[in-house]
């Protein structure tokens, strides 16, 4: 895929503006294009036109989803061009960018389903002797101007989650994408406006988050904020604009437990996946694994030999399962919490080191850290996980608990008592049974609690969030 230069999405138009951001391969530093960059002036600019939409152009639901499913198909249909851009972008492995394009278009064809049964209920207003004679409304609105802020470690997906359901519902969005992996949040508007998106409906406006990210925040007009990144940026940006609706999808450090009673042989092929895929750059990546004692030793050598027998290097590669890190930066900054985690007494049972000629770090497995070491307290965001044994499941069920974070968790046992305990007991957005956390559908209700955000989404939860219910009475 050749390089090339990006203009700026706004409005339904490009829009040069003479400055450029150099996007480079993280893991070999090849040119993949240059983006040109926004500031505050194009802010106001994509914030007006979104609300010139909203009042002059009207675009009733049947008309977005039908966008929205003609941008599924071309998303199908350009899905290894798309996979190639996010694997060259972000550095993801051929093989998960594709699952990725896949996903997208999914979640765009669910936002299209719920754009066409977007509606209010009734209300009993006869119920009391204050409403005899009335009839009573619900109908939801949609917030106005959203700004959508997303992470590099899901390019497109993660976009298509702000960007589908937010229209769907029936507000215009305007698109701050990663700085790292801005271009293919730019063909998605390429997409989109060939699917028949009307002008000012989407603006896409690379930039940094200092200026463009916390101008598009603070807007007047800008009804809502939807951000997906880091825990301290996202709650920071809640409390920057505590008016306004601010859904955060933050961090966490999933753990998996294995029950005695599990298919431990499952669990430890999927954790050596599930641990390691998009060089554990996931929000629900596999990082305290919590084995029963009777299981842990036969657990740990599978784990360690399914580990060792992962391809990793060059994300165009088919036979790659784990890529670079993001950046040199990240990529170092991960290294020494593991060498962090051995000097405080962690055993190494595998990785921990450069591979590829420094390009990626080895996929690495720790086992028993202190329970104040960053690769168990923090949100690695990298190729690492930690396994440890117990005796008891309660203690085991406080172990993950034992967290600021709280998206998801997981937990391998045949018994469906234990399974219901575990969903009672464990202090997570989602509790997944007989898979590893990283578990997630494009439909399914998707968020944390604590730390690790404050929303769901999944085109359905996701429209709730991004509108707001309006009460209407007709006197009889």
Not at 184 to 204: M, Q, Y
Not at 325 to 348: F, N, P
Not at 349 to 355: D, K, M, P, R, Y
């Amino acid at each position: 895929m050749a390089a090339r230069d990006w203009d700026l999405f706004v409005a339904g138009g490009w829009l040069s503006t003479g400055r450029w951001e150099e996007i480079r391969s993280p893991y070999d530093g090849t040119l993949v294009g240059r983006v040109a960059t926004a500031d505050e002036a194009l802010v106001d600019l994509a914030v007006e036109a979104a609300r010139g939409a909203l009042i002059d152009a009207p675009f009733p639901q049947h008309e977005r989803a039908a966008v929205l499913e003609r941008a599924a198909g071309l998303i199908s249909e350009q899905a290894e061009d798309l996979a190639t851009l996010i694997a060259l972008e972000g550095g993801k492995p051929i093989k998960s960018a594709r699952d990725e394009v896949e996903r997208s278009g999914s979640t765009f064809l669910f936002s299209a389903a719920e754009a066409r049964k977007l509606g209010g209920e009734g209300v009993a207003m006869e119920a009391s002797a204050a409403g005899s004679g009335k009839v009573g409304l619900v109908k939801r609105m949609p917030l106005g101007v959203v700004a959508a802020i997303s992470s590099f470690n899901f390019p497109l997906n993660l976009v298509a989650h702000k960007v589908g359901p937010a229209i769907a519902a029936g507000n215009a969005v305007v698109l701050k994408p990663a700085d790292r992996t801005p271009i293919t949040s730019l063909r998605l508007a390429e997409i989109l406006l060939d699917s028949g998106l009307p002008e000012g409906w989407l603006s896409v406006l690379p930039g940094p988050g200092s200026s463009v990210g916390s101008s598009l925040v603070e807007h007047e007009h800008v009804g809502a904020v939807t951000f997906t990144g880091s825990t301290s940026v996202g709650w920071g940006i809640r409390a920057k604009v505590p008016h306004k609706k601010v859904n955060l999808e933050l961090g966490s450090n999933a753990p998996l437990i294995v029950n005695w009673d599990g298919d431990w042989r499952n669990a430890a092929d999927k954790a050596a996946i599930h641990a390691f895929s998009n060089a554990g750059q996931s929000c629900i990546s596999i990082q305290r694994i919590l084995v029963h004692e009777d299981l842990a030793d036969r657990f740990v050598d599978r784990l360690v030999t399914k580990t060792r027998s992962l391809s990793v290097g060059d994300p165009l590669s088919e036979l790659t399962d784990v890529g670079p890190l993001i950046s040199e930066r990240e990529r170092d900054r991960v290294q020494s919490w593991i060498d962090e985690a051995v000097r405080e007494g962690a055993e190494l049972l595998t990785g921990g080191e450069l591979v590829d000629d420094g390009r990626c770090l080895a996929p690495t497995l720790l086992r028993k850290p202190v329970k104040s070491s960053k690769v168990w307290r923090e949100e690695v965001f990298g190729p690492v996980a930690t396994v440890d044994a117990f005796r008891d499941l309660d203690h085991a069920m406080a172990l993950a608990n034992d967290s600021r974070f709280g998206l998801q968790a997981g937990i391998f046992t045949r018994d469906i008592g234990t399974a219901l305990v575990a969903g009672d007991t464990l202090e997570f957005g989602g509790v997944v049974v007989n898979d590893v956390p990283t578990f997630r559908a494009d439909q399914q209700p998707y968020g944390g609690v604590k730390e690790s955000g404050n929303t769901r989404e999944g085109p359905a939860y996701a429209i709730r969030e991004l509108t707001e219910e309006r009460l209407i009475t007709l006197q009889g």
